[in-house]
């Protein structure tokens, strides 16, 4: 089938991002999607910028009017940001009767019910699961999985930066302001970092969730919002006395009477999983009647992650393009033609780290002879807990901790450790992993 | 529109679920399907058992091969489970051109490529979100989220009961067994579980999971296998003092030369996300090149958690009976015409729990004046910390918990407390929220 044509609108961090997705992963993407989805057009303000990512192939523009008019252009990404002109912008494509993905969380929320209403006149579609959490599937989870639930609350960590600061406040004692201007020389928070920590960035963001949570139309001025600026560590500090943490959340209840919609600073029970989730990392928690809470986690912000979603919506889009149901989204995800034939692999061929335990005889020697033989297969040490042996016994339990290896090399040392005169029955492994 | 039909096989623990869920939640999943979704057919063996849903207007037989071969039904869920005769009447279901929704994680694993297949001949749809980790939707997001991504590798917890019987290992020191006949005694064991604590159910569902996120065809056969019961309390405790936890893991990792498809007890560093997944809950975590690590959590089991992905799939057919891309998913998953006129609720009359933070007097009878101010609204006290003042200062702070309250009294509360004569400044307030 002939490539799906893409036209972008701005080619900044995000637009980059989408830019290197779509070349570096290009056999994964044709294989799930069933079409090359390719970038031809491009508009940037300042084309002459050194970009992060390549250029070749694409038509490049200082007009994002050309692009959003251009005949050969099937699907549009909008990464500009704000209201205007990326409001017209959208209009426009919609009315040339391109689909639209964007990241644009304030165009969503404010300019959602017209955009959606032009989006329907026209018969094209409006993709925009960048605009909240970045690479979290979270507007697909409530809008596509949850939907036998009748939805009680959602709660989440939607802005990175915020998230971060406090953070800091929490694991260093350090005061607000400080964290903030480390963030901005850091890059983390951005140059003019006020819709961040004035809790307009996540209010938006909360806008579109309780709308797609309870069936509301978007009402972005009825938020009630709070930043993160008037907390003190002193206020960390004793939040963790009385076994709390403090994390800005964006918050939807259904409540009687009506919807509650807050984003605010909010003390959190300490073993909360909102509670843990540190740094930049977003996360939202949604609870439905059937399902009880569930929890989607991940990169809220940056380059890939942003453009992660931007590509996801674009092969949802290109799978629209398929009419048979069978070929909108494949079974295993891939289309069947195109399935991987690479082995799963054996187990001995598999590398992985060891926990070890082992029944010694309490003598010495006993470690040397132990640690020799895991020597002779190439398997070294990290750590190793050696016991005490219990009153009267004649054992001692010892632990190690291995580096990774194959585990062919581990059965083979497993088999001779257990032939050592001083180790008694058999030897207990567990693998270990790091999973980073 | 006029209602789709759904035959159940089946009228079990998730069955009953999914009957229940479809009765309750009609109306919001009306709004988001935008067809009325009725259960008409359903064979359950004993039918004269009793049942924990209605079954008025339900036609009930003992042969499930009436339901499949009915010309009113136009959706099948299989919730028999096994190999026979699920796959006989799935595979009939879809010769008689029905859609099948189905939980069945075994049958899908074992003969997923050959009942794929038949779909596609038939030009129908089969959907097995409830096949994985029950309510969390795990299956779409990898299929249609993270499709802009080259999956490195996935990891998860996605066997309740192991992971019951491992958090209760860890957290009470007890041994496997002791807590295996405790978890039957409970019925959060089945009277059988070999299944689940020597690894198999965690192998289908990684079977399944690895093939989505790396596009190979399902091959059960080649996943190493290993269960937990040789996992002992002193195994757990010596991890504990390494700084891991035990977790068993189904995990498929994409290799050098192939894939490793595993499922074993595994350590994990004990500030992990996966390591702090606790009891029958269950947790995957998916490592895309562009998104990096994501997670998913929620239960893994149960009748409704289950039914709840049951009924998504069921939606996602339905809503493919609408070609037009915008009537597919709607934008705020509800559709248009239905969304609800509720108001969103101003701030002061919204309720939660208030941390307060003031500075007072360091003088006799301070806290029973503040104590007094909050009774006269109707506030009462959870904790209070009250600090000694350091050398030389005049005011010690204040802390106080609060119960759940209207917010318009607490903002009265604060006006007077800040209007007392020992009290300084300015009342710091932060919102509390348990968020269960």
Redesign the interface.
Known sequence: MKPVNVGMLGLGTVGS?VVN??E??AD??N???GREIRVTHASARHPERPRSCRLEGIRLTTDPFEVVDDPEVEIIAELIGGHEPARELVLRALDNGKHVITANKALIASH?NEI?AR??EN????AF?AAVA????II???????????IE?L?GIINGTSNYILTEMFYEGRQFGDVLAEAQRLGYAEADPSFDVDGTDAAHKLTILA?????????YD???VEGID???R??VA??E??G?R?KH?G?A?H?E??????V??????RR???A?VDGVMN?V?V?????????????GAGA??T??????D????VR?FN????N???????H?E???R??????R???TAY?L?LSARDEPGVLADVTRVLGDFGISIE?I?QKQPQAGAEHV?I?L?THRIHERHMDAAIERLEHLEQVDGRV?R???????
């Open positions: 991002g997705i779509l570096r992963n994964v993407i294989r799930r999607a959602g959606f989006a329907r018969g094209v579609t409006v699961e970045g690479g979290i599937p697909k989870a409530v809008r596509e999985a949850l939907t036998g639930n009748r609350w709660a709308s797609i949570a309870f069936g509301i139309p978007l009402q009825k938020v009630y008037h907390i003190t002193e206020d004793f939040a006395e009385l709390f403090i959340l918050m209840f409540e009477g009506g919807y509650a919609l807050r605010h600073p909010t003390l959190l029970p909360h999983m909102l843990n996360a928690m609870k439905g009647d059937a399902v009880g809470p569930t929890l989607y986690y991940g990169a890939e992650p453009a992660s979603a931007v590509v996801a674009m092969i949802d889009v629209e009419l048979e149901p069978e909108r989204v494949p079974y295993l995800a891939f069947t195109s399935l991987s690479e082995p799963v692999l054996p187990m061929d598999v590398e926990y335990r750590a807990i339990p632990i901790l207990v567990i693998r270990v992993e790091s999973l980073e």
